[in-house]
């Protein structure tokens, strides 16, 4: 969940630091810090809070240099603090950034404190940086004191590391968490997301698991876990520098919502054509091993974990296939069987988050027929770790709380569900039908979103309110899940979800006038009991809020309100389409009690750790 940027070059290095920070702040952080050499010596500064309050420090007392590395700090080991916050530094002016969890940093504590070195942080960070140091008493060469370093680590990291010794080289390391390269003329770059190196470079190189580099302004050195020298390929991203920026919009989120049909357009382009799924989109070998796929396990979290929850309704509904879902930190820690010719399918925004990257490489060893990665990110670890992909092609989603990335991975989890579909049943028919349902997506998003105002007059109703109750039936329940997450994400108001009938089982006793139960009922099959279930609320006091198809026969009454939706969505259609007020709803409520709607308390974007 932290960020690193580092760079080396011949002008000052500083505002790119600062700009590559400031493009890493949606992942969550608690505090930021760089340090640089100059004429030699290493300078460092450091601010608890947001990167704006680095950026005073740094005007007050100005730095220039033409190397140095920054980073943005979520907290794990000690509490948010200047102490705590990187880089860390060691004696002989090395310096260190490092992302993720050393499992075995107090032993390394316990045995560096017996040799003499003092500490002081509370972090598993300076543990490396100190183990560093300790091993240039024997090499004078940091890059084989890091290599012998991190063969003593357990856990998960991605490190740069400067050092006064070596002034003309930055040092770095991956191990379980995103580091990629950027290359430049005559200078080159370091980070844990492209995104923060795209105004000084589109060519990146990612480093795998267990390479440590060696990064000088004009060349770039790569060793593997093996010690022996390897050669990782330079790829151009698409991204482009200004995708992330908000234009009109007041913030990251309210854009990102807006930007959902054009999203989940683009995410089925060249994927659909004449009515049919090409489903070699997911890659060369996926005809052959979705012919054998006799069923299927999804591992996500999050947001995610609600996409999969969608799919594994339409896979059992469309595809007659069995589905199991779990949560990917539950998953790692239990011995599943595994039946025969499963397709592994794993859900990322970021293609970083740990539990899921961790899941899919214990699945590797599970016996499955495949894996299949859903992600947002083409350089992201998942992605590379999986045999069959499919990019959901969301763009730059800032925001803490997921919106576009949830639509385009329900788009993208669709497409497998025809693909799967198409060698049950080999009817042509019904494929076009289910393509057409498809790509009919986009538009109903785009009317749906004509309910900005009418949800922004709603939210005038929760902004005093402390707890919230989400029901929804069937497949629809997945979205009431994903309506109460973003609520208690951004808004801080308590939020649950339930399936409607399970009401009597013990949600009902918390129903007074003072709860709002948040309701979705499209025009379906479980109709009829889920307006039963409704009746029990009102009998209670609970005041509804009901987002109903036109023709499902809800009327606004007292205690009721009805908020109508597009008329005959389909079951196909029914999520993507009634999670757009959920997100509109969450947002507006959020605004009107004043918390961080882009960066909520706590959270972060791209979880690294467990």
């Known amino acids: 969940m932290c960020g690193i940027v580092g760079a080396i070059a011949d002008r000052n290095i500083v505002p790119i630091l600062m700009e590559g920070l400031r493009r890493l702040e949606y992942r969550g952080y ?10 030699g010596q290493l300078k460092r500064q450091r601010r608890q809070g947001k990167v704006a309050e680095l950026q005073l420090a740094l005007d007050a007392e100005p730095m220039a240099s033409t190397i140095g590395i920054a980073h943005t700090r979520w907290a794990t080991h000690g509490v948010p603090s200047e102490k705590n916050a990187h880089p860390h530094i060691s004696h002989d002016g090395l310096a ?5 969890i050393i499992e075995n940093h107090e032993q390394l504590r316990d045995e560096l404190q017996s040799a003499g070195y003092v500490f002081t942080s509370d ?36 490190l740069v590391v400067m050092s006064e010794a070596n002034p003309g080289q930055l040092i770095l390391a991956r191990c379980g968490c995103p580091v990629v390269v950027g290359l430049g003329e005559g200078e080159n770059f370091v980070a844990s997301d492209v995104s923060a190196l795209l105004p000084v470079t589109r060519r990146f190189i990612f480093l ?65 054509a004449n009515g049919r799924l090409l489903e070699a989109a997911f890659g060369p070998t996926a005809t052959e091993i979705f012919k054998r796929t006799e069923a299927v396990h999804i591992v996500a979290c999050g947001t995610s974990f609600h996409a999969g929850a969608v799919a594994r309704y339409l896979i059992e509904q469309v595809c007659r296939l069995p589905c199991h879902i779990d949560i990917a930190s539950e998953y790692r820690y239990r011995n599943p069987v595994v039946p025969k010719n499963t397709l592994f399918v794993t859900i990322s925004q970021s293609g970083e988050t740990a539990d899921t990257l961790a899941a899919l490489r214990l699945a590797k060893e599970g016996g499955y027929l495949s894996s299949l990665a859903v992600c947002n990110v083409p350089e992201s670890s998942l992605v590379r770790e999986s045999e069959l992909v499919m990019l959901t092609r969301a763009g730059p989603e800032i925001g ?37 349902r498809l790509i009919e997506i986009p538009g109903l998003i785009e009317k749906t979103l004509t309910l900005d105002p009418v949800m922004k007059k709603l939210a005038e ?30 808004s801080y108001i308590h939020a649950e979800a339930y399936p409607a009938g399970e009401l009597k089982h013990g949600p009902l006793a918390l129903v007074d006038a003072d709860m709002p139960i948040i309701t979705v009922a499209p025009n379906n099959d479980l109709l009829e009991k889920l307006k039963s279930n ?12 009901v987002f109903a198809d036109p023709d499902s026969g809800f009327e606004s009454s007292d205690g009721v309100t009805v908020i109508k939706m597009p008329k005959h969505v389909t079951y196909l259609q029914a999520p993507s389409i009634y999670t757009i007020p959920m997100q ?14 882009d960066q909520p308390r706590n959270l972060a974007k791209s979880v690294t750790v467990e």
């Open 30 to 39: 608690d505090s930021a810090g760089l340090a640089i050499l100059t004429n």
């Open 96 to 100: 260190i950034v490092h992302n993720g």
């Open 123 to 158: 972090t598993d960070t300076e543990v490396i940086a100190h183990r560093i140091h300790y091993h240039l008493k024997k090499t004078p060469n940091v890059f084989d004191a890091v290599q012998t370093t991190v063969a003593e680590l357990q856990g998960a990291y991605a």
């Open 208 to 272: 795998e698991e267990g390479d440590v580099a060696e990064i000088h302004r004009s060349h770039v050195r790569v060793v593997g876990k093996d010690g022996k020298p390897v050669h990782r390929a330079v790829k151009e991203s698409e991204l482009s520098a200004d995708a992330a920026e908000k234009g009109q919009y007041a913030h990251y989120m309210l854009k990102e919502i807006h930007e959902q049909p054009r999203a989940v357009a683009q995410t089925l382009e060249e994927r659909v």
């Open 400 to 436: 803490v709380a997921s919106t576009k990335a949830f639509t385009t991975q329900i788009a993208a989890l669709t497409m497998l569900v025809i693909a799967l579909a198409k060698y049950r049943t080999a009817d042509a028919e019904r494929e076009r039908g289910l393509v057409t």
């Open 461 to 490: 109703r929760f902004v005093d309110k402390h707890h919230a109750l989400f029901l929804g039936r069937g497949i629809l329940h997945p979205i009431a899940m994903e309506g109460a997450l973003k609520l208690k994400e951004i």
């Open 534 to 545: 409704l009746m029990e609320v009102r009998a209670r006091g609970g005041e509804l809020f």
């Open 584 to 597: 509109l709803l969450a947002y507006h409520v959020a605004i009107l009690r004043g918390t961080d709607v």
